[in-house]
C-alpha cells in the first residue's frame, strides 16, 4: 500500500508536469488501425529531477527515461512514463488529490471500456487544460 503523502505529492507532481493520453499502438505491420491495433492509457511526467520520478517508478511501474537538452546549457530532463493497467491504477489512486486536471482523469477513467470516446473527450481539452469555452472549479 502507497503511502497518503506519496500519493497527494504524485497527485500535485501529476497536475503541473503530467499528462494523460490514449495511445493507439499497433502491433507487427498493422499500421492500418485494423485487428492489429489497440488503444491504450498512456501518462507522462516530466521534471528535471530524477528523484521524484523514481516514486513513481517505485510504486506504479513504468519508466524512466532521460531526454537531452536542446541548449548545451541546460540540464537534461527526465520523463515517467506509464501505460495501460500501471497508468490506470496510477490515475485511480491520485484523483482525490487532482485540481487541475481531474477533467482528463475522468474522461480517462470513465470511458476504459471506450478509449477511442475517452481520446476525443481528451482532445476537446484546450492546452490550459480547460473545456473549451468553461472554467474549471478549484473547490
Known amino acids: 500500500m502507497v503511502e497518503e503523502a506519496i500519493i497527494a505529492y504524485l497527485a500535485g507532481l501529476f497536475d503541473g508536469e503530467g499528462s494523460v ?68 491504477e496510477f490515475l485511480e489512486a491520485i484523483r ?5 486536471k481531474k477533467p482528463h482523469i475522468d474522461a480517462v477513467l470513465n470511458n476504459l471500456d471506450d478509449k477511442a470516446r475517452a481520446s476525443e473527450l481528451l482532445r476537446t481539452f484546450n492546452k490550459r487544460g480547460k473545456l473549451k469555452g468553461t472554467q474549471l472549479p478549484l473547490n
Open 96 to 100: 482525490p488529490y487532482v485540481v487541475i
Open 21 to 88: 493520453s490514449i495511445l493507439k499502438q499497433y502491433k507487427g505491420k498493422h499500421k492500418t488501425g485494423g485487428a492489429g491495433s489497440w488503444r491504450a492509457v498512456r501518462l507522462v511526467i516530466t521534471n528535471r529531477n530524477r528523484d521524484c520520478l523514481e516514486l513513481a517508478e517505485k510504486h506504479f511501474s513504468g519508466l524512466i527515461y532521460r531526454q537531452e537538452p536542446q541548449n548545451k546549457d541546460w540540464s537534461p530532463a527526465y520523463r515517467w512514463q506509464a501505460h495501460g493497467r500501471f497508468a490506470v
